[in-house]
Nanobody, 131 residues
Framework: QVQLVESGGGLVQAGGSLRLSCAAS????????LGWFRQAPGKEREFVAT???????????YYADSVKGRFTISRDNAKNTVSLQMNSLLPEDTAVYYC?????????????????????WGQGTQVTVSS
């Protein structure tokens, strides 16, 4: 049984930083996309960042425009984890953040940000940014 468990959420002031981590168990995702999504109250779940294998030891990273330059996604395949370093946080970053993993290696730039292309989800961790 695949499980994704997030950690690292919390309350931070605007301009601050947080680091989210997600540990996967039940299968390895070395050659599959691992990413982060978020959902604010009253809004749909939206893409934040993801990373996918592109061959050999190379991985591509993709970010939502709203977080480019502020968030950094990374993965540790030896530990089967993915992390999200969030800097210069804004009140509009407040949301529940979800870790997600895909069972498809065929996702490309146009599809990798779609929630429907991810098969496994964590329970979510709350991030609150105060102004």
């Amino acid at each position: 049984q695949v499980q994704l468990v997030e950690s690292g959420g919390g309350l931070v002031q605007a301009g601050g930083s947080l680091r989210l981590s997600c540990a996967a168990s039940g299968r390895t995702f070395t050659n599959y996309p691992l990413g982060w999504f978020r959902q604010a109250p009253g809004k749909e779940r939206e893409f934040v960042a993801t990373t996918r294998w592109i061959g050999g030891s190379a991985y591509s990273k993709y970010y939502a425009d709203s977080v480019k330059g502020r968030f950094t996604i990374s993965r540790d395949n030896a530990k089967n984890t993915v992390s999200l370093q969030m800097n210069s946080l804004l009140p509009e970053d407040t949301a529940v953040y979800y870790c997600a993993a895909s069972a498809s290696r065929g996702l490309i730039a146009g599809t990798i940000s779609k929630t429907g292309n991810y098969d496994y989800w964590g329970q979510g961790t709350q991030v609150t940014v105060s102004s």
